[in-house]
């Protein structure tokens, strides 16, 4: 099923009444998404959002912090995790991730958006399209440290762990909630892919970046899913396209001719149907400059730019376009939040209209 400029948005969310959250995404976007409600505290943080069920992780109220513990005896919980990771993951397993879940402790918009699906009839009528999300490994494992403040992503042990829980978190939001919509997308965000190359993570190989997003976008494919990938920096894009996601999410408002840059990628990655997902509502202060003739103005300019240096129609760009936010809007004021989601929905509206969709 081609996208035509379908509208969805990265997770983070400024409001402090998940209810509301859920009626802005549901009537902003055509693909709604669960918010992740930082004001809440600690535990709707990007990361530790997702640390529930990973053996060692300790979160510290006090300095505000997550971290693992990789100095006491972890073998009997890597053990049960792996057990449970077998029975669910393994060729003839259950897919039953539920012992990874994300509770309502750590995630009360997952929890409002189902609500309010069911109050909406959304299991007997199904929406077209709904999104999840998952923090990225590489983004998680990169941030998070050990106890003496070393990245965990330098365990190889503590790695895969965090890996192949990121994989299960994903299939078992999918699980979740394919029951209301007939096509699920998963992001995998991976902001810190916009570091790649520097000298800050020099040691951090490009082929354990692939197989890593690899093991991760198989996992939202065991269950249907629709697998993207968002960085809102400049990064090297064919890293994405060359662990095979389905959709790249890139900040087009500041870094949209970026992506021309991979010709060779991106002609490859469409010809495969695959998707482009346009990140061309800025999430700053300057999305109140806006409006939706200046957006469209960039987004074409951009999309041309694709057509000349890869040749491809510019009706299947369009086809295979998403429309977002640059990224998350958690950071903004409630007003310019506001202006984001409105913006989002009149441009997607805007462009399905101008190509006949």
């Not at 997308?185 to 800050?200: H, M, N, R, V």
């Not at 960039?298 to 977002?324: F, H, P, R, S």
Request: charged fraction near 25%; charge should be negative.
């Amino acid at each position: 099923m081609k996208p035509k400029f379908l509208s969805t948005a990265i997770g983070s969310m400024p409001y402090d009444d998940p209810a509301h959250a859920i009626d802005v995404s549901l009537a902003s976007l055509n693909a709604p998404i669960w918010p992740q409600l930082g004001v809440f505290g600690l535990k709707e943080q990007m990361e530790i959002q997702y640390s529930e069920g990973i053996p060692s992780a300790v979160i510290d109220e006090a300095k505000g912090r997550l971290y693992f513990d990789t100095a006491r005896d972890y073998s009997d919980d890597f053990a049960v995790f792996y057990e449970n990771y077998a029975a669910a993951m393994d060729e003839g397993g259950s897919g039953d991730c539920s012992s990874l879940a994300i509770t309502e402790e750590f995630s009360k918009g997952i929890y409002a958006l189902e609500k309010q699906l069911k109050a909406n009839g959304a299991d007997k009528k199904k929406l077209p399209w709904l999104k999840v999300q998952v923090t990225g490994p590489c983004s998680f494992a990169l941030t998070l440290t050990d106890e003496n403040k070393r990245a965990i992503y330098y365990n190889d042990e503590f790695r895969d762990v965090i890996i192949k829980a990121i994989a299960m978190k994903a299939r078992w939001q999918i699980q979740k909630f394919k029951q209301y919509a007939d096509n699920i997308i998963c992001f995998i965000d991976e902001p810190i892919l916009s570091a790649f190359g520097s000298s800050t993570y020099v040691s951090v190989q490009r082929e354990n970046v692939v197989e890593t997003l690899k093991e991760v976008i198989k996992a939202v494919h065991d269950d249907g899913a629709y697998a993207g990938i968002h960085c809102c920096g400049n990064t090297e894009w064919s890293i994405l396209t060359d662990a095979g996601v389905d959709m790249v999410n890139f900040d087009a408002f500041a870094f949209g001719e970026t992506v021309s840059l991979y010709a060779n990628d991106m002609k490859a990655h469409l010809g495969k149907e695959r998707m482009l997902a346009w990140g061309i509502v800025p999430t700053s202060n300057k999305v109140m400059e806006q409006d939706v003739k200046s957006l469209e103005t960039i987004l074409e300019a951009n999309m041309d730019k694709l057509v000349g240096v890869t040749g491809i129609d510019k009706k299947i760009i369009a086809e295979q376009a998403v429309l977002t936010p640059s990224c998350g809007t958690g950071s903004l004021k409630v007003e310019e939040a506001d202006k984001v989601f409105k913006l989002v929905k009149e441009i997607s509206g805007r462009m399905k209209e101008k190509y006949g969709f």
